[in-house]
Nanobody, 122 residues
Framework: VQLQASGGGSVQAGGSRRLSCAASGRPLSSYIMGWFRQAPGKEREFVAVISWSGGTTNYADAVKGRFTVSRDNAKNMAYLQMKSLKPEDTAVYYC????????????????WGQGTRVTVSS
């Protein structure tokens, strides 16, 4: 599967942004989908994950209550809705797909998108 993240840009603190991840090559329903981010000078970190059907989600503590992960398997799309953005949310955001079904517990993924940059200014 090929993944392409989009929707990044500049936003003021307190604002919102929705990231999209378009999948091609295979049905998105075959994969658990995750979102990660990498801030300048820092390691990539987990943000959110959503199960095949969307019935189960999990979030990093830093974004819980502010970010919402969702998916539309019919459109082969996954989303990350970000609200109440903070300057510390500034990062390149990546979507990832897991075909083995273990990502909910292992946080490992097989396929990665190219990333989309989000800059939050204070």
């Amino acid at each position: 599967v090929q993944l392409q993240a989009s929707g990044g840009g500049s936003v003021q603190a307190g604002g919102s942004r929705r990231l999209s991840c378009a999948a091609s090559g295979r049905p998105l329903s075959s994969y658990i989908m995750g979102w990660f981010r990498q801030a300048p000078g820092k390691e990539r970190e987990f943000v959110a994950v959503i199960s095949w059907s969307g019935g189960t989600t999990n979030y990093a503590d830093a974004v819980k209550g502010r970010f919402t992960v969702s998916r539309d398997n019919a459109k082969n799309m996954a989303y990350l809705q970000m609200k109440s953005l903070k300057p510390e949310d500034t990062a390149v955001y990546y979507c990832a797909a897991d075909r083995s079904g273990t990502a909910m517990s292992t946080n490992t993924y097989d396929f990665w998108g190219q990333g989309t940059r989000v800059t939050v200014s204070s």
